[in-house]
């Protein structure tokens, strides 16, 4: 909305700032956040009034968990108000990476949503069945991927071939894979995969939002440096008109996420459910697949990725041989039985995302 104010400048020059996306992600970071902060409290007094019980707690946890029985779940729903409200104001709604991006995220959301329902409504760990989850989050990103392929401008600067069907490599400037229409169904599983892998990791308190709020500045950095013809040729990546737009989405998450933050810090008011971290990853994967960098979100995201290994691991392992190679999965609570306190695992967790978000910038000079 605030974009269309630059319309204007020429008459008001002032008023030429809202053009920049560094001005429009810094102001949709800061609305994010007051919108959180703001509403927040309303929300959780809510939600706490509605679940009673609040977020059941897995019977085969670790049991430091049991004391915070009772905490309500569904906190996501605080985040997502930020950042529609924040994207709607301060976003170029002519972009339809925008509207494929806030698309996923609000139909993971959704799915998310109904999952905590069920869970807190039958005061149990489990939700609806994953099968018919896992076909409606692929069904959604599916339908996303198909959007970016043929509505999104994806000619590379680079070969000036086009680029929307082909899977781009780092740390190779000339290197990509042509998949046709099969890049649909590699997309939407970056998608869904993502979506499933934040999910996984939402296990402590701050655990997974922090790791969020990297990946989001890492692809806020990359998207914008994508969508600018200038940068990435001088960077030599692959230039896709229009993605910049994306870094205002990732402002917001960063700012929506601070104000989570704030009431999920231990001990946690909230707790972010699958509302939260399964649109949080289905978001993610999604910018992956618009800026072309699918495999970079892998080097990003390393510790959704080892949190998800963790669980394919000791589930196949367990079939196979009836043995358990973590003493609990995700990983997280493999470190909780070890000894290690939960503010431990938590930090320690949230500096091995850092590393692995550096390493993953790397691979856009390294080439």
């Known amino acids: ?10 008459t008001i020059p002032l008023l030429n700032v809202f053009r920049y996306i560094t001005f429009r992600t810094g102001g949709a970071l ?30 085969d946890g670790p049991a430091t968990h049991f004391k915070k029985a009772g905490t309500p779940t ?26 494929c991006v806030l698309m996923v ?29 896992l076909l409606l989050e692929f069904i959604v990103a599916a339908f996303a991927c198909f959007m970016i392929m043929t509505w999104g401008d994806q000619t590379s600067t680079i ?23 099969f890049f649909i169904v590699f997309g939407a599983f970056v998608v869904v995969a993502s979506g499933n892998a934040v999910n996984l990791t939402d296990g402590l308190d701050g655990l997974a939002i922090v790791p969020v709020m990297i990946a989001a500045a890492s692809f ?3 998207a914008y440096l994508a969508g600018n013809k200038v940068f990435a040729d001088y960077l030599q990546i692959h230039f896709v008109l229009g993605t910049g737009e994306l870094a205002i989405i990732c402002g917001a998450v ?38 072309k960098h699918e495999i970079v979100l892998m080097i990003i995201g390393g510790l959704f990725v080892m949190e998800a290994l963790s669980v394919i691991i000791q589930v196949g392992s367990f079939k196979l041989t009836g043995k358990r190679v973590f003493k609990m999965a995700p990983i997280h609570h493999h470190f909780e ?31």
């Open 159 to 181: 070969t000036n071939t086009d680029m929307s069907s082909a899977l781009t490599f780092p740390f190779f400037k000339n290197l990509f894979l042509e998949l046709g229409w």
């Open 254 to 291: 960063i700012g929506a996420g601070l104000g989570f933050l704030w009431f999920n810090a231990p001990p946690a008011a909230i707790f972010m459910g699958d509302t939260g971290s399964l649109a949080m990853g289905g978001m993610l994967g999604t910018i992956a697949v618009a800026t």
């Open 30 to 59: 800061l609305t994010s956040a007051l919108i959180v902060f703001l509403f927040g409290p309303a929300i959780i007094r809510s939600l706490r009034g509605r679940q009673k019980k609040g977020q059941p707690i897995r019977a």
């Open 337 to 367: 039985q070890l000894g290690w306190t939960e503010s431990q695992v938590v930090i320690r967790f949230w500096i091995i995302s850092i590393m692995f978000a550096l390493l993953g910038l790397a691979t856009l000079k390294l080439r």
């Open 1 to 10: 909305m605030f974009y269309y104010l630059s319309e204007f400048g020429d």
């Open 105 to 133: 995220t609000a139909a993971f959301g959704g799915i998310g949503f109904y999952d905590d329902y069920l869970k807190v409504t039958k005061s149990s760990d489990k939700g609806f069945s994953g099968r018919m989850r």
């Open 74 to 99: 569904m906190g996501g729903l605080m985040i997502l108000c930020g950042i529609f409200g924040s994207t709607l104001l301060w976003a170029d709604l002519s972009s339809v990476y925008i509207w």
């Open 220 to 222: 806020g950095a990359i």
